[in-house]
């Protein structure tokens, strides 16, 4: 049941996204926004796109707890009709100016529905933009879709109005490689409740799920099982750590969107590994979940502004990750965690080694990581700011002053 939106004059938006089973980081920030907003400075009716034969599917159960105005649409084609008249007339019914954008279904939608009622706005936020060769896939089949894919996203992208923002400077600076304009693009980092990503009353519950032994030691990422992550080399700096320290134990937490979780389970039995990398499949009790990890590391070949590092690194979990995307912006090398360069496997088993082996070192990397997420990346702010821009995409308000620098 919808709830009637406020009738003000103030800007009316649909955040539109489309996801599988419980979602990712960009919907955290989708949702946790709507939850956030000022309902006098902003109305917002979150909509997502929902495949007919995802039994998993828990983003209204999400919405449902924080509160929101939230309805989804069944989308069961690569352009789906039905889909489109029910989001033009749920523009209609709720009287929407605005249509806040997130990935590349809804980005293409969004450009129908404004065929239909040129009137609309359309806002596009970009959480990633990868960087592919020909080798990263197994064949050029696949290739040729995900180029065809990028290029129609940005031809889009030019349509739209702008800004077109981006999560990080990295993605900016991709989008202007593939022809964006600089002066198109705003950068408004993704940010985190730090009232609510706190260590306190928080349990440490893998220990002893996976049977730590006390003074043992715990690695641990939390993402979804895809080829973006590049578990394999976790793989790697696992072995290389345990044949260094032995009796450190790495753990995954998340599954994937199809057989991703039992292949992975396959691939690690392969290599004799079943004993050392546990996985938990999807959990919802992350907060206990990172307070279970010494050393938090993230191995992925692209990012964008990563949720799962942000939450880490505001429960004060020291981090080692990846050099990507926009990583950097937020870990800095040395102050927090350390960075290593994309599939070096040896530097970064070297940086969790360094953690393991020294408490104080990881204390005050994790102090550091609390600190940096308290002073940049609080949530707050990012709320305040999108709320201006929609605003502005309303015709109702200044345009704010983060364009990319």
């Known amino acids: 049941m919808i709830e009637p939106l406020v009738t003000a004059k103030i800007p009316r938006v649909m955040d539109l996204r489309g996801t ?37 599917f828990q983003i209204p159960e999400m919405a449902r707890k924080l509160g929101i105005n939230y309805v989804d649409v069944p989308d069961g084609s690569m352009i789906d009709r039905s889909c489109l008249r029910r989001l033009a007339e749920l523009v209609r019914e709720h009287r929407l100016a605005v249509i806040h954008a997130h990935d590349d279904k809804t980005l293409l939608y969004a450009w129908f529905l404004r065929l239909k009622m040129p009137g609309l706005k359309i806002m596009y936020t970009c959480h990633s933009h990868a960087v592919y060769g020909r080798s990263d896939f197994t064949g050029f089949g696949r290739y040729l879709d995900f180029k065809i894919r990028q290029r129609i996203q940005i031809s889009l992208m030019k349509r739209y109005q702008k800004p077109i923002i981006t999560v990080s400077h990295e993605t900016g600076r991709r989008l202007t ?203 707050a702010r990012r709320v305040s700011l999108m709320e201006e821009y929609y605003a502005w995409f309303a015709g109702l308000g200044p345009l704010p002053h983060q364009i990319m620098s």
């Open 177 to 379: 490689a593939n022809g964006l304009s600089v002066e198109d693009i705003a950068v408004l980092h993704n940010g985190i409740d730090i009232d609510v990503w706190r260590p306190d009353n928080a349990r440490p519950v893998l220990r002893s799920e996976l049977e730590i032994p006390e003074g043992g030691k715990l690695v641990g990422t939390v993402a979804r099982i895809t080829y973006d992550k590049d578990l394999p080399t976790f793989y790697r700096v696992a072995e290389r750590v345990a044949n260094r320290l032995p009796g450190v134990a790495f753990v995954i937490v998340g599954d994937g969107y199809g057989d991703e979780l039992p292949r992975a389970r396959e691939e690690v039995a392969r290599r004799g590994l079943e004993r050392l990398i546990h996985f938990t499949g999807h959990r919802n009790d992350l907060r206990d979940i990172y307070v279970s990890f010494d050393v938090f590391l993230m191995t992925s070949l692209t990012e964008g502004m990563p949720n799962t590092l942000l939450e880490a690194m505001a429960l004060g979990v020291p981090s080692v990750s990846t050099s990507v995307g926009g990583v950097p912006e937020l870990l800095e090398h040395g102050n927090g965690g350390f960075l290593a360069p994309v599939g070096d496997a040896d530097a970064l088993a070297d940086h969790v080694i360094n953690l393991l082996a020294d408490s104080s070192l990881r204390s005050a990397c994790g102090e550091a990581c609390r600190r940096r997420i308290e002073e940049r990346f609080d949530f």
């Open 20 to 56: 599988y089973k419980g979602g990712g980081g960009p919907d955290k920030t989708v949702l946790n926004s709507a939850a956030r907003h000022d309902p006098s400075r902003v109305c917002v009716l979150v909509t997502y796109l929902r495949q007919p034969w995802d039994h998993e």
